[in-house]
């Protein structure tokens, strides 16, 4: 890694569309998503030291507890690196919030050994082994993901550089439950074409599971389609959600709006990578 620190943003992963086709036999889903990322999340630092070791610190570092916290350490010792390395982890993304924070930050990590000394060629099954977000995270570009999310084609996103409001009530909603309360039924597959109108024509699947067993997400939905947003959708299995605008002037209007109206809710504006 060389004397000098490394240091990475874990960025935010929102799902612009999230269609449940089916369970499959394993127990997992299959699922159609596309997914986009945001210039704004987690940050990451790594110098040199005698022994992995992992120190947290932000405004959600109290949130980490195993299993989620250790994805980082397990990041670290799923790949080669020389000699050890000391990461601080500054936690700015609410945990278990569809965000894929602890996804991100694997992928963080796994950018950090990359650019320290370069990834085993089998990276992307190492990867898939710590989380299905995970090899989405660490190329953190927008891509189409099929199976259980880990099977990745890259598209070129006619949305980058969309300002974007991301929006959590501070309510944690862990995946599992939100998957069980689905109601089985495939609504049909993610439409094709540019991310833009897969976006604006896809939808998520999880939002009625999720609002039903946290109804807050219909009151975030409601008061970020109230401004005037050409998007407003739930991001993965909740209860983070989004809001895309034309302009950055938009964007700093809602932002305000949302803060003296909800001034309990958390909220990052970013713009898409």
Same mark, same amino acid.
């Given at each position: ?126 990867? *898939?082994?710590?989380?299905?977000? #995970?090899? +989405?995270? =660490? &190329? ?9 999310? %880990? ?58 599971? *999720?609002?039903?067993?946290?109804? #807050?997400? +219909?009151? =975030? &939905? ?9 998007? %407003? ?41």
């Amino acid at each position: 890694m060389g004397a000098g620190m490394l240091t990475e943003t874990a960025y935010a992963k929102i799902n612009l569309a999230l269609h449940v086709r089916r369970r499959r036999e394993d127990g997992y889903h299959e699922l159609e998503t596309l997914f986009a990322f945001v210039d704004d999340g987690d940050r990451l630092s790594a110098s040199p030291a005698e022994a992995d070791r992992l120190t947290t610190h932000g405004e959600f570092a109290s949130g980490i507890e195993d299993p989620f916290g250790n994805i980082v350490a397990k990041a670290l010792s799923a790949l080669p690196h020389a000699k050890g390395w000391a990461v601080e982890l500054e936690k700015r993304l609410p945990v278990a919030a569809g965000l894929g924070g602890g996804s991100a930050d694997a992928g963080a990590v796994f950018r950090m050994v990359e650019r320290g000394h370069g990834l085993p060629d089998d990276w992307q099954a190492r990867a *898939a082994t710590l989380g299905a977000d #995970v090899p +989405a995270c =660490v &190329l953190s570009v927008t891509c189409i993901g099929t199976g259980t999310g %880990t099977d990745l084609v890259p598209i070129e996103n006619d949305l980058a550089c969309t300002p974007v409001l991301l929006v959590n009530p501070r309510v944690a909603l862990t995946t599992g439950p939100v998957f069980k309360a689905w109601d089985g039924v495939d609504r049909g597959a993610m439409p094709s074409g540019s991310v833009r109108k897969v976006a604006l024509e896809g939808r998520n699947d999880l939002e009625a599971p *999720a609002i039903a067993i946290c109804p #807050v997400i +219909a009151e =975030v &939905l409601a008061a970020l389609s109230d401004t005037a947003p050409f998007l %407003t959708r739930m991001s993965g299995s909740g209860a983070t959600c989004f809001a895309l605008y034309e302009n950055e002037a938009q964007l700093q209007t809602a932002a305000e709006k949302l803060a003296k109206s909800h001034p309990g809710w958390w909220q990052m504006a970013g713009r898409l990578r």
